[in-house]
């Protein structure tokens, strides 16, 4: 049962333009999210972070979304860049176990030329 | 070196066989932790350390894997008669606290893949 969803394997996006990587998930004792990328040969590295008591957080050109309610968050990067394209993967905790991270299936994002 | 060190970087081996897996951590950062990741899935968390001891270790999928930080640095994954499904990319992370919301979150090593034929 997957409780981190990434549905969108894949997505393509031109250069400049906005990439939004979208992530579900089910266990509402989850309250601490987090995106990572990941090159390929490389492991993941961390990218940005939200807690569930707010529901936005913004570093440069990344912004995550929760919307709690909806058990939704997202990603958008903009503008994007070429040097993006990486596989992105949403990660979710929860106080009762904060060292245990609980990752989606990630998501493809190609930025074009 | 500055990062999270991993080896082998490919350890192809026969199904029965012993295997060895070695994580040397960032300098200074007493949480280690690792995770396996198989093809087309998500990183799967597999046992935490807190310095020297296994603080969860619940994520071990059974008694053929076992983990050992003996001084609190450096740690090794040890699987006992691997099998086919052993096959993944094992990833090792260390952060300077336990936890997702220490400063700088989890650094990951390049991981090591294993192939079990």
């Known amino acids: 049962d997957q409780q981190v969803k990434q549905n969108s394997p894949s997505l393509s996006v031109q250069e400049g333009r906005i990439s939004i990587l979208n992530c579900d998930y089910t266990?509402?004792?989850?309250?601490?999210f987090l995106w990572y990328k990941k090159y390929p040969a490389e492991g993941p590295t961390f990218l940005i972070s939200i807690s569930s008591i707010k529901d936005k957080n913004e570093d440069g050109r990344f912004t995550v979304f929760l919307n709690k309610s909806a058990k939704h968050l997202s990603l958008h990067i903009v503008p994007s860049q070429p040097g993006d394209s990486a596989v992105y993967f949403c990660?979710?905790?929860?106080?009762?176990?904060?060292?245990?991270?609980?990752w989606g299936l990630g998501t493809s994002l190609a930025v074009n030329p | 070196g500055a990062g999270v060190s991993q080896t082998p970087s490919n350890k192809v081996t026969e199904k029965g066989k012993y295997v060895e897996l070695r994580c040397d951590p960032i300098s200074g950062h007493t949480a280690l932790y690792w995770y396996r990741q198989s093809l087309g899935q998500g990183p799967e968390f597999l046992i935490y350390f807190q310095g020297t001891g296994a603080a969860d270790d619940s994520g071990l999928p059974n008694d053929r894997f076992f983990a050992v930080r003996p001084e609190g640095s450096v740690s090794t994954l040890k699987i006992q008669r691997t099998e086919r499904g052993d096959s993944a990319v094992y990833l090792c992370?260390?952060?300077?606290?336990?936890?997702?919301?220490?400063?700088?979150?989890?650094?990951f090593g390049e991981g090591s893949r294993l192939t079990v034929l």
């Open positions: 990660a979710a905790s929860w106080a009762g176990n904060n060292r245990k991270l609980i």
């Open positions: 266990n509402s004792m989850f309250d601490y």
């Open positions: 992370a260390s952060s300077l606290t336990g936890g997702a919301r220490t400063t700088g979150e989890l650094f």
